[in-house]
Antibody, heavy 119, light 110 residues
C-alpha cells in the first residue's frame, strides 16, 4: 500500500544538525513533488519545504531558508531534510507528504506518521 | 498570524450542517487552489478537499468545498460525532513562494 515512513528525529542541542529521511513505497515516487510539513506541540501544521519530482526545484518557508535543505534520491525512493543551525523554535513533529499533483500546490494526499525533533 | 484566517472553533448539533470559512488574499486563495485537511488527535492531517471542491477517493460526500474570490468554505452535512476534529485550509502563496495553512478550526459536535 501507499506509505511514507519518516525517521531520523531526536533530541539535539541548539546550533547542531539533524538529517531526516522519508522512505516511500507503493507509488511511483519519482513522478511526484514531495513536501516536509512540521507541527509544533499544540499548534497547526506549518509547511517547511517542497522539492520537484526530479529534484531540480526547491522552495522553503522563510524561517528555514539557508539552514534547511530538502533533497531526494529517486533511486532509493527516499526524501531527505538536512537541518542545520537548529533552534528551539524548530522543535516539532516533522511529516513528509506526497504532492497530489503539482510542485506549486498545497494538495498533499499521502502523509507519513511523523518524526519528532526536539531542540 | 497565519496568511489564511479561519475561525478558531465552530459547533453544531448532530445531523445538522456546518460551514468553516477560510479567508486569504489574491496571492493565495485568489489565484491558487484551496485544499482542506482534517486532523484527528494524534494523527497526521488527511486531505479531504482538493482543487477547491474535489473529493479524494474514499472521502465522504458529506464534505464539500467552495471558493469565491479570496475566500473559501468547507461544509459538512449530516454531522456525526466522529467529525469532531481540527480542520485546516491550505493554498500555495505566490508572494511567499510556498504553502500557507490556516490557523485551524476545531469542530465540536454538540
Amino acid at each position: 500500500q501507499v506509505q511514507l515512513v519518516e525517521s531520523g528525529g531526536g533530541g539535539v542541542q541548539p546550533g547542531r544538525s539533524l538529517r531526516l529521511s522519508c522512505a516511500a513505497s507503493g507509488f511511483s515516487f519519482s513522478r511526484y513533488a514531495m513536501h516536509w510539513v512540521r507541527q509544533a506541540p499544540g499548534k497547526g501544521p506549518e509547511w517547511v519545504a517542497v522539492i520537484s519530482y526530479d529534484g531540480s526545484k526547491e522552495y522553503y518557508v522563510d524561517s528555514v531558508k539557508g539552514r534547511f535543505t530538502i533533497s531526494r534520491d529517486n533511486s532509493k525512493n527516499t526524501l531527505y531534510l538536512e537541518m542545520n543551525s537548529l533552534r528551539a523554535e524548530d522543535t516539532a513533529l516533522y511529516y513528509c507528504a506526497k504532492s497530489d499533483d503539482s510542485l506549486t500546490g498545497a494538495g498533499m494526499d499521502v502523509w507519513g506518521q511523523g518524526t519528532t525533533v526536539t531542540v | 498570524q497565519s496568511a489564511l484566517t479561519q475561525p478558531p472553533s465552530v459547533s453544531e448539533a448532530p445531523r445538522q450542517r456546518v460551514t468553516i470559512s477560510c479567508s486569504g488574499s489574491t496571492s493565495n486563495i485568489g489565484n491558487n487552489a484551496v485544499n482542506w485537511y482534517r486532523q484527528l488527535p494524534g494523527k497526521a492531517p488527511q486531505l479531504i478537499i482538493f482543487y477547491d471542491d474535489l473529493l479524494p477517493s474514499g472521502v465522504s460526500d458529506r464534505f464539500s468545498g467552495s471558493k469565491s474570490g479570496t475566500s473559501a468554505s468547507l461544509a459538512i452535512s449530516g454531522l456525526r460525532s466522529e467529525d469532531e476534529a481540527d480542520y485546516y485550509c491550505a493554498a500555495w502563496d505566490d508572494s511567499l513562494n510556498g504553502v500557507v495553512f490556516g490557523g485551524g478550526t476545531k469542530l465540536t459536535v454538540l
